[in-house]
T-cell receptor
């Protein structure tokens, strides 16, 4: 079945540092989505990518849809305490279902 | 605009009891998804509906789980009888046909003792 490998599983950084995480798959996806989940809440959509090579920003967040359509990355610049949480990538392949990565848990030391 | 609404936010029940989780999708969204999240298995799709019709229930664990969508603004996920291994956070999500972006509710944390 389709699987997404998300890395790293966890990150411990200092406030102000930049963050980078990525997802790879053995399958080609038509859409990549990035979500953030805070404790006790549902995943919140951060960025949606629809075209191979597409680079999209949302404030301090930047995400790219890989040229091969099998990968995507998310960067966070100048991290702040409220960036703490779990980040998920999700890929869509034609059908209506999303395939989710295992998540990257971000911890920030002030 | 109101997001996806789920109730209750927390549910604690004893093994063998019936549990009903409720979801109100975002107005105008014609797809509705039910997910389960656990530490071990992450986010799992249980079932999804399009225009109130169940399309794919292959993720439903077993016959104890059932889901309905009687109208465009309401869906239920029922577990009968509940078991301790059903303890998890259950999310509802919705989207429009033309976009793949799913919007999640706050979830229902279910604990079965």
């Amino acid at each position: 079945g389709q699987q997404l490998n998300q890395s790293p599983q966890s990150m411990f950084i200092q406030e102000g540092e930049d963050v980078s995480m990525n997802c790879t798959s053995s399958s080609i996806f038509n859409t990549w989505l990035w979500y953030k989940q805070d404790p006790g809440e549902g995943p919140v959509l951060l960025i949606a990518l629809y075209k191979a090579g597409e680079l999209t920003s949302n404030g301090r967040l930047t995400a790219q849809f890989g040229i091969t359509r099998k990968d995507s990355f998310l960067n966070i610049s100048a991290s702040i305490p409220s960036d703490v949480g779990i980040y998920f990538c999700a890929g869509q392949l034609g059908a209506q279902k999303l395939v989710f990565g295992q998540g990257t848990r971000l911890t920030i030391n002030p | 605009d109101a997001g996806v609404i789920q109730s209750p936010r927390h549910e604690v029940t004893e093994m063998g009891q019936e549990v009903t989780l409720r979801c109100k999708p975002i107005s105008g969204h014609d797809y509705l998804f039910w997910y389960r999240q656990t530490m071990m298995r992450g986010l799992e799709l249980l079932i999804y509906f399009n225009n109130n019709v169940p399309i794919d229930d292959s993720g439903m664990p077993e016959d104890r789980f059932s889901a309905k969508m009687p109208n465009a603004s309401f869906s239920t996920l029922k577990i009968q009888p509940s078991e301790p291994r059903d303890s998890a956070v259950y999310f509802c999500a919705s989207r429009r046909t033309v976009f793949y972006e799913q919007y999640f509710g706050p979830g229902t944390r279910l604990t079965v003792t």
